[in-house]
């Protein structure tokens, strides 16, 4: 029941930032999901003995967010030299240098880009965002009433034993028609259904491949959820780990393959 107010709870928060809040509020907002997304990220990356520079992180990641016309591939190569220079100034140890920095750009990258790329679909149209959000929400849902039920052929035994093939199946088909449901009833002036069935197709199983994705670091690190924040939930990565695959593929798909 917890489980199902706090889902309740996002989405409602989902639907009125995307519509109803004002840009600024919706930005802030990625900004402080991220920051905590990330500090859970650097802690999983301790627990595997592989430390970061989290100041120099969040701080990498906000800028990812709010510098507009950002060339983030020239931002990405400046903040690793930079980290690489912010190693050798704290004397951090030779065996530790790369890996530090290493961990730290990749933390910035694996949260605030997918971010990002949330704001800029919400900015080609909101309804583009909530599409992505109701295909791995229904997505989610139904893996975990299917898979939980009649699921018995697990899909990833080691990452995430819980995941099965028919839990797998249910998300996908549901989460297609959903989001073809969504294309149907608000996009029509923007896409076919035909379109939208097959981005939804696409959003749906890369989302499932976050999941596992996220599964995995955590399993490396020996944990079960990525914090606690989210009462049923889990972390914030735990609630976005699909998002942060499904939403650059959808932007992407939105903004250079049409």
């Keep these: 029941m917890v489980r199902i107010l706090t889902g309740i709870l996002l989405a409602l928060g989902a639907w009125a930032l995307a519509f109803k809040a004002p840009h600024v509020a919706l930005v802030a907002t990625v900004v402080v999901l991220s920051a905590l997304a990330l ?62 920095a290493a961990v730290t750009l990749a933390g910035v990258v694996y949260v605030a ?4 790329c949330g704001l800029l679909l919400h900015d080609i149209s909101p309804h583009w965002l909530v599409f992505v959000f109701v295909v791995v929400a229904v997505g989610d849902s139904s893996a975990l009433g299917i898979g939980g039920t009649v699921g018995r052929h697990p899909i990833a035994p080691i990452a995430s034993p819980n995941k099965t093939w028919e839990g797998t199946i249910a998300s996908t088909v ?59 939930h889990g972390g914030i990565l735990d609630r976005v780990d699909g998002l942060l695959f499904a939403m650059p593929l959808a932007y992407g798909y939105l903004q250079f393959l049409r």
């Design 39 to 100: 500090r859970e990220f650097f802690g999983i990356a301790a627990k595997c003995g592989l430390h970061s520079f989290q100041v120099a992180g969040q701080t990498a990641a906000a800028l990812w967010l709010l510098t507009p016309n950002l060339d983030r591939g020239y931002f990405a190569t400046l903040l690793l030299i930079a980290l690489l220079g912010a190693a050798v100034l704290e004397r951090v140890s030779q065996k530790e240098l790369l890996p530090t």
């Design 113 to 116: 880009g997918p971010m990002l």
């Design 174 to 232: 549901m989460g297609t028609l959903a989001g073809s449901l969504y294309v149907f009833t608000f996009l029509t002036h923007d896409g076919t259904v035909l379109e939208g069935a097959l981005l939804a197709l696409l959003v749906n199983v890369v989302s499932q491949i976050g999941d596992i994705a996220e599964s995995v670091l955590k399993r490396s690190a020996g944990l079960k959820d990525s914090g606690n924040i989210l009462p049923g």
